[in-house]
């Protein structure tokens, strides 16, 4: 199938490698995004994979530290899916995917393109169960400051979905990020208004940050649902940054806990 493919600027070559003694060797930016499939998607195209490129790449290498060829991935909300395709095409792995009806439904030519199988549901429903066992990792991506009810249960849930060794990885915003803090000192709101902070949670609005997280909060509700978080990164969504924003990002880089986004990897209590 011929698709256009975004290129971001910095180097590699086009061809996602992996050494032939069984030892991965991580893509570069301009690799992972060669090797997808931008245009066959109906949602979360170019413009949403540029404004994340970091962020999903930064994903991609520590998945690619849990996900061995064949095993199989959970992803809770995967919408664009980015890492699950690499995954899937360079790995092999066998992806099946949670999401809205609608979300489905917008990606269908591309889940049934790429992925073992994917289900409809809606994750807050406390009648949802994850559709698959024993799985090696679970990924929960940009998913969890979106819900409009407490995340323990569902954790809980995709605990229960886990085979023996399995990991669980997640990203979302930092609430305590130096963005935040700097909005507040200039007294502007870092919640959504009222009208989209209390309403549904469904496909028609499933931008609306209802809840975002410090990590001693995600620690604390991890911990409750019996896991424990085995390394936290600091990131950004991308690196293009504007001018006027270059002493911020100077902080961020500095001290990265002050970074807008944080990355998981998690793994049940012992």
């Given at each position: 199938?011929?698709?256009?493919?975004?290129?971001?600027?910095?180097?590699?070559?086009?061809?996602?490698?992996l050494k032939t003694d069984g030892a991965r060797a991580a893509p570069s930016i301009r690799q992972f995004v060669a090797s997808l499939d931008i245009d066959i998607r109906g949602m979360?195209?170019?413009?949403?994979?540029?404004?994340?490129?970091?962020?999903?790449?930064?994903?991609?290498?520590?998945?690619?530290?849990?996900?061995?060829?064949?095993?199989?991935?959970?992803?809770?909300?995967?919408?664009?899916?980015?890492?699950?395709?690499?995954?899937?095409r360079t790995l092999g792995a066998e992806i099946f995917i949670v999401d809205f009806p609608g979300a489905i439904a917008h990606n269908a030519v591309f889940y049934n393109e790429h992925?073992?199988?994917?289900?409809?549901?809606?994750?807050?429903?406390?009648?949802?169960?994850?559709?698959?066992?024993?799985?090696?990792?679970?990924?929960?991506?940009?998913?969890?400051?979106?819900?409009?009810?407490?995340?323990?249960?569902?954790?809980?849930?995709?605990?229960?979905?886990?085979?023996?060794?399995?990991?669980?990885?997640?990203?979302?915003?930092?609430?305590?990020?130096?963005?935040?803090?700097?909005?507040?000192?200039?007294?502007?709101?870092?919640?959504?208004?009222?009208?989209?902070?209390?309403?549904?949670?469904?496909?028609?609005?499933?931008?609306?940050?209802?809840?975002?997280?410090?990590?001693?909060?995600?620690?604390?509700?991890l911990r409750e649902a019996g896991f424990q978080i085995d390394k936290v990164e600091y990131i950004w969504q991308h690196l293009q940054i504007p001018v006027q924003r270059a002493p911020?990002?100077?902080?961020?880089?500095?001290?990265?806990?002050?970074?807008?986004?944080?990355?998981?990897?998690?793994?049940?209590?012992?």
């Amino acid at each position: 199938m011929n698709t256009r493919r975004f290129h971001p600027t910095n180097g590699g070559s086009n061809v996602p490698v992996l050494k032939t003694d069984g030892a991965r060797a991580a893509p570069s930016i301009r690799q992972f995004v060669a090797s997808l499939d931008i245009d066959i998607r109906g949602m979360h195209t170019s413009e949403y994979l540029k404004r994340s490129l970091y962020r999903q790449y930064r994903t991609l290498l520590m998945a690619l530290r849990s996900v061995h060829g064949g095993e199989r991935v959970l992803s809770i909300g995967a919408g664009g899916a980015f890492v699950e395709e690499y995954l899937a095409r360079t790995l092999g792995a066998e992806i099946f995917i949670v999401d809205f009806p609608g979300a489905i439904a917008h990606n269908a030519v591309f889940y049934n393109e790429h992925f073992a199988g994917c289900f409809s549901g809606n994750v807050a429903d406390e009648a949802w169960i994850p559709p698959v066992s024993n799985v090696n990792v679970a990924l929960w991506l940009d998913n969890i400051e979106h819900l409009a009810t407490n995340p323990v249960p569902v954790m809980k849930r995709l605990k229960q979905s886990l085979g023996e060794g399995a990991k669980l990885i997640i990203t979302t915003d930092n609430f305590a990020s130096l963005r935040n803090i700097a909005k507040l000192a200039l007294r502007k709101s870092i919640v959504a208004m009222p009208e989209k902070l209390f309403s549904d949670c469904r496909f028609e609005n499933e931008g609306v940050h209802r809840r975002e997280y410090t990590l001693p909060e995600l620690t604390l509700l991890l911990r409750e649902a019996g896991f424990q978080i085995d390394k936290v990164e600091y990131i950004w969504q991308h690196l293009q940054i504007p001018v006027q924003r270059a002493p911020v990002f100077l902080v961020e880089y500095l001290c990265p806990m002050y970074r807008p986004h944080m990355l998981l990897q998690c793994c049940p209590l012992k």
